[in-house]
């Protein structure tokens, strides 16, 4: 089982191209996760970029509608590598449960910052339903280092994730796009999914806490019923 089917992550796309209504994209809390093996082939992997065309520190690109890296919102400047494509929408996700999961992969965990980032939702046509932005850039001072270990997880605001659970039995696809700067030459990866998942899901330890909390309420109990009249 991959692990995008308990961890569905992400789109991005638009900007160029017009489309139905904009959303923001706002930062999830937790916003930093640290989740391994979240490299390519185990997550849904909306799209990966590397540094190209001469740049040595910048990169975009977007997937839209049928695969396509043309008219889906970002211009191209930058190697979209071939992980990159739609998903659909996670199976029981509504609005609210989408997250876009950014995994910048920099030098010792160096900086980066995402200029642009855009999902759009698809429905049988290359025109999007609706697409979500960031409402500014933002700068990620430190990242995690490496291809898999996760990143920075994005939501659709309150307002906008009601707007989008409107469309969302309308939605066959989700493409997502981003623009980077400070990027040295990694493969950076936005993926898709949702909650409850692995983002928010008690650790092992924490369901050992959670099992002697009941199994030491069962005792309480069982040592009171005198007092508390259980018979």
Do not use: H, W
């Amino acid at each position: 089982m991959k692990l995008s089917q308990s961890l569905t992550y992400v789109v991005l796309g638009a900007g160029l191209f017009a489309p139905a209504a904009f959303a923001d994209l706002i930062p999830a809390s937790p916003f930093e996760i640290n989740i391994n093996g979240t490299g390519f082939g185990t997550v849904d992997t909306l799209i990966t970029l590397q540094t190209a065309n001469g740049q040595s520190t910048t990169e975009a690109g977007c997937i839209g509608f049928g695969g396509s890296a043309t008219n889906c919102g970002l211009s191209q400047n930058g190697k979209i590598k071939n992980t990159s494509t739609t998903e659909p929408v996670p199976a029981g996700a509504t609005a609210s449960d989408l997250r876009f999961i950014f995994n910048a992969s920099e030098p010792n965990g160096g900086s980066i910052s995402l200029n642009n980032m855009e999902v759009s939702f698809y429905g049988t046509t290359s025109t999007p339903l609706y697409t979500a932005m960031l409402a500014s850039p933002i700068t990620l001072t430190s990242t995690q280092a490496g291809t898999g270990n996760s990143g920075f997880v994005f939501e659709l605001n309150t307002a906008q994730a009601a707007a989008v659970q409107g469309i969302l039995s309308s939605t066959t696809a989700i493409g997502a796009g981003f623009s980077a700067s400070g990027a040295s030459g990694g493969q950076d990866t936005l993926f898709l999914g949702s909650v409850p998942s692995t983002v928010g899901t008690p650790e092992p330890t924490s369901y050992a806490f959670f099992l002697a909390l009941l199994l030491g309420g069962c005792v309480f109990l069982r040592n009171r019923r005198p007092n508390l009249g259980i018979r």
